[in-house]
């Protein structure tokens, strides 16, 4: 799964048409795209769909109203619109994916919609697939497209997640996709990282991509702390060959590592903290829950490990190696 770090700060919400405000802004927001831009005449662009529609809104950082989509209750996603200057930076990716998660989460209806023929890649990529032949809608050449692979949406909404931004949690159910999160999580953390795992979990903290991420905050640090990390077994991951040992040597200021006492019988299976805002807490199963926006929760996260912290100690095994 190709992992980004997203840098825009757009928000997207889910807007009320029933409300004025919120109505002149989708209105305003199509009418430039399709109406004056496409020249769909204003008859089939304003089709009476729209309040029993779900809307979403997306807004610059100033709060300005850039773009927008909607859901029908047939589960059929359409009126896509960003306005100009704000495209190419991920606005109608995460507008769709927002539609697609509301989609998952009422009803059983498959997620469809009728895209421009010109931007079917776009969709693609999001793991939606054509069917049919293409048709013409409003003078414009389109093709249905459908969601199949449930899987897509889930790598592409975590890939698009933004730390202290995007809020809610997300259940990954393997190691590949807590992988990329934990990645993701790094490379967007500005301050410190938290890690407390039994023998530092290979399969997610001996990886390319977390490593990468955890080197580059190191560096751009200058030499200050940004990794803790709190292990059972130290011997595991030294007899490995751990990258992050590894690691650990050559940036020795930046990582500390340290074991747990044995009475800390109450310390969660695995986690991962970044800065004040992102988690990832690892399941007995191998899958996670991640949140990139719960401050709250990674407060009485941060409180926990930093009970276990100060009355740990480092391991003689990692003494001996500097660590």
């Known amino acids: ?26 209105q305003s927001i199509r009418s430039q795209v399709f109406v004056h831009e496409q020249q769909v005449p204003e008859s089939l662009e304003w089709d009476g769909l729209d309040a029993e529609a779900v809307h979403v809104l997306a807004e610059s950082s100033e709060g300005t109203p850039i773009g927008t989509a909607r859901l029908l209750p047939s589960g059929k996603i359409g009126r896509m619109a960003v306005l100009r200057e704000h495209r190419g930076r991920g606005v109608g990716t995460r507008l769709l994916l927002s ?18 023929s010109a931007v079917v890649d776009f969709y693609r990529r ?28 889930l790598e592409q909404d975590l890939a698009h997640r933004r730390l202290g931004i995007d809020a809610g949690p997300l259940a990954l159910e393997d190691a590949t996709l807590v992988a990329g999160a ?44 940004v990794l803790r990390v709190l ?10 060959g751990h990258r992050l040992i590894e690691l650990a040597r050559t940036l020795s200021s930046a990582i500390e590592l340290r074991i747990l006492p044995e009475e800390a019988t109450d310390a969660p299976n695995g986690m991962l903290l970044a800065d004040d805002s992102g988690y990832c807490l690892e399941h007995k199963n191998g899958g996670a829950a991640v949140d990139f926006r719960s401050p709250s929760r990674v407060r009485e996260l941060r409180h926990g490990f930093d009970q276990h912290w100060e009355r740990s100690a480092p391991h003689t095994e990692l003494r001996r190696l500097h660590l």
């Open 1 to 26: 799964m190709p992992l980004a770090t997203p840098t825009s700060t757009d928000t997207i919400r889910r807007a009320d048409w029933a409300r004025n405000g919120d109505r002149n802004a989708l």
């Open 231 to 240: 292990l059972q077994d130290a011997l595991a991951p030294v007899r490995r």
């Open 99 to 116: 539609l697609m998660k509301i989609a998952g989460q009422h009803g059983d209806a498959p997620v469809s919609l009728n895209a421009q």
């Open 126 to 153: 999001l793991g939606l697939e054509t069917e049919g032949a293409e048709f013409d809608e409003a003078g414009i050449a389109h093709r249905r497209m459908v969601l199949r692979n449930p899987r897509r949406l």
């Open 182 to 225: 934990a990645a993701l999580l790094a490379a967007q953390a500005h301050r410190e990282l938290c890690l407390l795992s039994a023998d530092i979990n290979p399969r997610l903290y001996d990886q390319a991509a977390f490593l990468s991420a955890l080197r580059e905050l190191a560096l751009g640090r200058k030499g200050q702390p």
